[in-house]
């Protein structure tokens, strides 16, 4: 699977930014994950076709979609400077009981005060 993240850049405190995961390949879920500067990367949310999930920290901020076979979104609203970082999307594969997990490059997001 091969995975791209886009759409980070500067946005102030309070701000709104959609990321975007384009993936090609068959999937059992998208992942999104944070890492902040100089901390290890943190799970954020996933998605698969019957559910989504958060992390508590994010919960009623960030909103994870999809719009159709190979395009995940991250709306993130309410932005505070504590979710600058880089953002990775992964995609999960499960195959005869084995997790296969597939990591893009990161896209960056900072949140000025």
């Known amino acids: 699977v091969q995975l791209q993240a886009s759409g980070g850049g500067l946005v102030q405190v309070g701000g709104s930014l959609r990321l975007v995961c384009a993936f090609s390949g068959s999937v059992d879920s998208i992942d999104w994950y944070h890492q902040a500067p100089g901390k290890k990367r943190e799970w954020v949310a996933s998605?698969?076709?019957?559910?989504a999930h958060y992390a508590d920290y994010v919960k009623g901020r960030f909103t994870v979609s999809r719009d159709n076979a190979e395009t995940v979104y991250l709306q993130m609203d309410s932005l505070n400077p504590d979710d600058t970082g880089a953002y990775y999307c992964?995609?999960?594969?499960?195959?005869?009981?084995?997790?296969?997990?597939?990591w893009g490059q990161g896209t960056l997001v900072t949140v000025s005060s």
């Open positions: 992964s995609a999960i594969q499960w195959r005869s009981g084995v997790k296969y997990q597939s």
């Open positions: 998605i698969s076709s019957t559910s």
